[in-house]
């Protein structure tokens, strides 16, 4: 017996450290795991950058500007491209460590300006791509947010006062709620789901856009007629969206695998019943299928998918597309009538309507098996709906409060936020640029 003891009590120290050593080597492993920059991911979020990317200074330019009428194209095209140059120096210098920084209250973050302190070889915190990527990818996404809230204010807004608006409402508006929703603040506590920007982009740029419009007022002529320089710029531009809208919604997985997959198609599923939706709506009401119909049904598909792209199914998809559709070619065609306001290229009507049907259909839809992050209505969890909508209401608050505020703002600093009328008359771009879109002699 006594032997017997003695030998359990050898093995028994023994036995610890193996133990211990068995532990060790796990949490090696797993910090190993954590901190090991997948090649794939980063090769992925590298691609899905560039689509982003791509998709303000070339498919949001031609889509506007396609829009606009032809003495204001050059200035139209302008302003998404200069929205783009602004957002990649201001997120840069500032941008970023107040969207993603260390909380601060869960109002904000702050770590340092000009990216001080991050190396090339630091990984973000999904341990598998470099934060200099994770950088450079939602510097896109700040870049179109602000170059679609243009869309409602052109052929009317001096060029400086856009410049002065844009780096400033960049700082104040888009970075603040981007902390919110992804970078740890207070709506990202309270449960608000936004995979790819429904709220912190589309609502935030629609609202933006509205409140800079009413406070120019409206254009000269408007309530005349007033055609489209180019259709067809128009649907080769939104084309350029859709192609780079894999990137804004998969590329936000931040990784190659079936939730990124499941993003793609319910992407590309939502915008085209929603071009189908739109079509039939606008023929019943008009008689016509309009081609800038059908590409307006796009977008507006792309925008109401892109709050749930990561936790919907395609069934889910297909009715997330259809009413966007729906509730878009109303904010174009009902709403903007009804109350007489002059949103240029319908920032509001398509991105802030549909925006917002997207997050509270988030909220409904959101299916654990896709994603286990978000559980909406349809699987048991009815309190999502009202946190979507929280999270919705206090995006249109903030966003319209501080955008009057930037805009007043900017507008002193440049002398006025409107042209003049024989400006406006003339055209912006021969005004403001001293170029022509199309020459025809």
Same mark, same amino acid.
């Given at each position: 017996?006594?032997?017997?003891?003695?030998?359990?009590?050898?093995?028994?120290?023994?036995?610890?450290?193996?133990?211990?050593?068995?532990?060790?080597?796990?949490?090696?492993?797993?910090?190993?795991?954590?901190?090991?920059?997948?090649?794939?991911?980063?090769?992925?979020?590298?691609?899905?950058?560039?689509?982003?990317?791509?998709?303000?200074?070339?498919?949001?330019?031609?889509?506007?500007?396609?829009?606009?009428?032809?003495?204001?194209?050059?200035?139209?095209?302008?302003?998404?491209?200069?929205?783009?140059?602004?957002?990649?120096?201001?997120?840069?210098?500032?941008?970023?460590?107040?969207?993603?920084?260390?909380?601060?209250?869960?109002?904000?973050?702050?770590?340092?300006?000009?990216?001080?302190?991050?190396?090339?070889?630091?990984?973000?915190?999904?341990?598998?791509?470099?934060?200099?990527?994770?950088?450079?990818?939602?510097?896109?996404?700040?870049?179109?947010?602000?170059?679609?809230?243009?869309?409602?204010?052109?052929?009317?807004?001096?060029?400086?006062?856009?410049?002065?608006?844009?780096?400033?409402?960049?700082?104040?508006?888009?970075?603040?709620?981007?902390?919110?929703?992804?970078?740890?603040?207070?709506?990202?506590?309270?449960?608000?789901?936004?995979?790819?920007?429904?709220?912190?982009?589309?609502?935030?740029?629609?609202?933006?856009?509205?409140?800079?419009?009413?406070?120019?007022?409206?254009?000269?002529?408007?309530?005349?007629?007033?055609?489209?320089?180019?259709?067809?710029?128009?649907?080769?531009?939104?084309?350029?969206?859709?192609?780079?809208?894999?990137?804004?919604?998969?590329?936000?997985?931040?990784?190659?695998?079936?939730?990124?997959?499941?993003?793609?198609?319910?992407?590309?599923?939502?915008?085209?019943?929603?071009?189908?939706?739109?079509?039939?709506?606008?023929?019943?009401?008009?008689?016509?299928?309009?081609?800038?119909?059908?590409?307006?049904?796009?977008?507006?598909?792309?925008?109401?998918?892109?709050?749930?792209?990561?936790?919907?199914?395609?069934?889910?998809?297909?009715?997330?597309?259809?009413?966007?559709?729906?509730?878009?070619?109303?904010?174009?065609?009902?709403?903007?009538?009804?109350?007489?306001?002059?949103?240029?290229?319908?920032?509001?009507?398509?991105?802030? =309507?549909?925006? /917002?049907?997207? !997050? $509270? &259909?988030?909220? #409904?839809?959101?299916?654990?098996?896709?994603?286990?992050? *978000?559980? +909406?209505?349809?699987?048991?969890?009815?309190?999502?709906?009202?946190?979507?909508?929280?999270?919705?209401? =206090?995006?249109? /608050?903030?966003? !319209? $409060? &501080?955008?009057? #505020?930037?805009?007043?703002?900017?507008?002193?600093?440049? *002398?006025? +936020?409107?042209?003049?009328?024989?400006?406006?008359?003339?055209?912006?771009?021969?005004?403001?640029?001293?170029?022509?879109?199309?020459?025809?002699?």
């Amino acid at each position: 017996m006594r032997s017997k003891l003695l030998s359990l009590a050898t093995l028994l120290p023994v036995s610890a450290l193996w133990a211990a050593e068995e532990a060790a080597t796990e949490a090696a492993e797993a910090a190993e795991k954590v901190l090991t920059l997948d090649v794939g991911n980063t090769a992925w979020v590298l691609t899905a950058t560039a689509l982003v990317m791509l998709m303000t200074p070339a498919g949001l330019a031609l889509f506007y500007g396609g829009m606009s009428r032809s003495k204001n194209l050059l200035n139209t095209i302008a302003m998404s491209v200069m929205g783009y140059v602004v957002a990649a120096v201001v997120w840069v210098v500032a941008g970023y460590t107040l969207a993603f920084g260390t909380d601060i209250g869960g109002v904000i973050g702050f770590d340092s300006l000009f990216l001080s302190g991050i190396k090339v070889t630091d990984l973000w915190a999904t341990g598998s791509i470099p934060v200099l990527l994770f950088v450079a990818f939602q510097m896109t996404f700040a870049g179109i947010t602000v170059a679609l809230a243009s869309g409602a204010v052109i052929e009317r807004l001096k060029f400086s006062t856009w410049i002065v608006f844009a780096a400033m409402w960049i700082i104040a508006v888009y970075a603040p709620i981007a902390h919110w929703v992804w970078g740890g603040g207070f709506l990202s506590k309270l449960g608000v789901l936004d995979f790819a920007g429904g709220t912190v982009v589309h609502i935030n740029a629609g609202v933006a856009g509205l409140v800079v419009a009413l406070m120019l007022g409206k254009r000269a002529d408007f309530g005349k007629a007033m055609f489209p320089s180019s259709v067809t710029l128009t649907v080769l531009g939104a084309s350029m969206l859709w192609f780079g809208w894999f990137g804004f919604n998969a590329g936000s997985e931040l990784g190659a695998d079936g939730i990124a997959a499941s993003a793609f198609l319910v992407t590309n599923t939502a915008a085209a019943v929603a071009a189908l939706s739109w079509m039939v709506i606008e023929y019943i009401t008009y008689k016509k299928f309009t081609l800038l119909g059908i590409a307006s049904g796009i977008v507006a598909g792309l925008v109401a998918i892109t709050p749930a792209a990561g936790f919907v199914d395609t069934g889910a998809s297909l009715i997330i597309g259809a009413v966007a559709g729906i509730v878009a070619f109303y904010g174009v065609n009902g709403l903007k009538k009804a109350l007489k306001y002059d949103d240029s290229l319908d920032a509001f009507g398509i991105h802030g =309507v549909a925006g /917002i049907w997207g !997050a $509270i &259909a988030t909220g #409904i839809f959101a299916n654990p098996e896709v994603n286990e992050l *978000g559980t +909406g209505l349809l699987y048991g969890n009815a309190e999502q709906v009202m946190i979507q909508i929280e999270g919705v209401v =206090v995006t249109i /608050i903030y966003t !319209a $409060i &501080a955008s009057a #505020i930037v805009f007043k703002i900017a507008s002193i600093l440049t *002398g006025g +936020g409107r042209v003049s009328a024989d400006a406006e008359s003339q055209g912006l771009d021969e005004v403001e640029h001293g170029e022509k879109a199309f020459n025809l002699r």
